[in-house]
């Protein structure tokens, strides 16, 4: 007879005799730099909560007296009953911040990329790829039934040589889709020339900017600012769920992008519209960056501060151009040896392992944070002195 939730229990028994099962870390209280993890008092080296934008009072504010105006939930689907004024007035703030005709607000910035990614493409077209691009790209680009080439990581010789061979077999549309900065490196896509080659052979740029949003470009106004190429890629994907510090996904672009990702997303259509609270957050949160210039500036100080001291104790740190820093360590069990050190240290930030990265380069991923003091940050850099010299990665 067949045992039908068997697979259960076997799967997950593969996943922990390989050591890559999650185990799930109680946050108690507020995500801050300094946190309660586990019931251990900890420094924050992991979150992506860069500005501290979750814990700042005007969006704090904004969330309460939303709730109070608006209730707790929108009470339907954006297409059905629940376009409320908040989504319309957020999508506006969305455009004038990030300099684009439009804006369309997604729930998360995953369903961005499942819902619009599909339609863009399909059977007659070609989607061209950076090999390091995230899951959730990778997952909307599995929903089409569309030619797939992938090019070498941030290899723009490549890219020119695929959309020249994309082009040449005729494909009717081609998509070239990349993150703005790559999660677990801290690297930034060559966006200008990737828009450059774009125009060159007529295909569409959709950079997904999830990192850089609130950490790169002029007052944090992400890839597009930082290039000064704004208004010239056709998508524009981001999420509220990192430095934006609430949750929710955007798609920036022209009007005609938003009226035909608003008719045809099914992940926009099909599920309820995002909540009042974290609608009125977002939008208090976009309003700060356009007024407090000093959050972005913070993160930059602590940035290059903590990268350089990290480097001067020896550490690799890859090609780190953003807050994301990684700390290599090679082998998995170096990574996750140092994580348990440090945490026993005080300091929380998880290894990055295969098959998330190569085999020899598990790292630990640190996320620079505007509540972090030079206090802080040296104490984070003497666990990783201690802890690195230890386990002979330094
Ligand atoms: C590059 C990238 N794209 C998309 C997402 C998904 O964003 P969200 O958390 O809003 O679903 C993430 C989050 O992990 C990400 O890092």
Request: hydrophobic share 40%; proline share 3%; charged share 25%.
């Amino acid at each position: 007879m067949r045992n039908p939730t068997a697979f259960l229990k076997k799967e997950y028994k593969e996943l922990k005799d390989k050591g890559i099962d999650w185990e799930l870390w109680v946050l108690i209280g507020a995500s801050k730099s300094h946190c309660n993890i586990g019931g251990k008092k900890v420094i924050m080296l992991c979150s992506n909560n860069y500005l501290n934008l979750s814990n700042h009072p005007k969006v704090i504010e904004a969330a309460i007296n939303a709730l109070k105006t608006h209730g707790a939930g929108s009470g339907s689907v954006r297409a059905i009953a629940g376009s409320m004024d908040l989504h319309f007035e957020l999508e506006k703030t969305i455009a004038r911040f990030k300099r684009t005709e439009a804006a369309l607000y997604y729930q998360t910035g995953f369903a961005v990329n499942a819902g619009l990614i599909p339609q863009l493409i399909g059977k007659e077209d070609a989607v061209i790829s950076d090999e390091l691009n995230h899951g959730s790209i990778i997952d909307g680009v599995r929903l089409t039934r569309t030619e797939r080439y992938v090019y070498a990581h941030n290899d723009m010789g490549e890219l020119e040589k695929v959309i020249k061979e994309a082009d040449s077999k005729g494909a009717r549309r081609i998509l070239v889709i990349t993150d703005g900065v790559f999660s677990m490196d801290g690297d930034i896509a060559h966006a200008d020339v990737i828009v450059k080659l774009a125009a060159e052979y007529g295909a569409m740029t959709y950079i997904d900017d999830a990192h850089g949003e609130g950490t790169i470009g002029p007052d944090g106004r992400g890839i597009g600012a930082h290039f000064g190429i704004e208004g010239k890629i056709d998508v524009e994907m981001g999420t509220f769920s990192k430095a934006y510090g609430v949750v929710g996904g955007l798609a920036a672009g022209s009007k005609d992008l938003v009226r035909f990702a608003f008719n045809k997303s099914r992940t926009w259509l099909l599920s309820g519209s995002a909540p009042p609270p974290t609608v009125a957050a977002c939008k208090a949160a976009l309003e700060v960056l356009e007024t407090e210039p000093e959050h972005v500036l913070k993160l930059w100080e602590n940035t290059n501060y903590f990268k350089k001291e990290l480097i001067s104790l020896g550490f690799d740190t890859g090609n780190s151009q953003t807050p994301i820093i990684p700390a290599m360590c090679g082998e998995s069990h170096k990574a996750r040896a140092l994580s348990k050190r440090l945490y026993n240290m005080g300091i929380f930030a998880l290894p990055i392992v295969f098959p998330m990265v190569a085999r020899d380069k598990a790292r630990i991923r640190c996320q620079m944070n505007t509540g972090l003091t030079r206090e802080d940050l040296d104490t984070a850099l003497n666990a990783f002195e201690k802890g690195g010299k230890e386990l002979g990665i330094i």
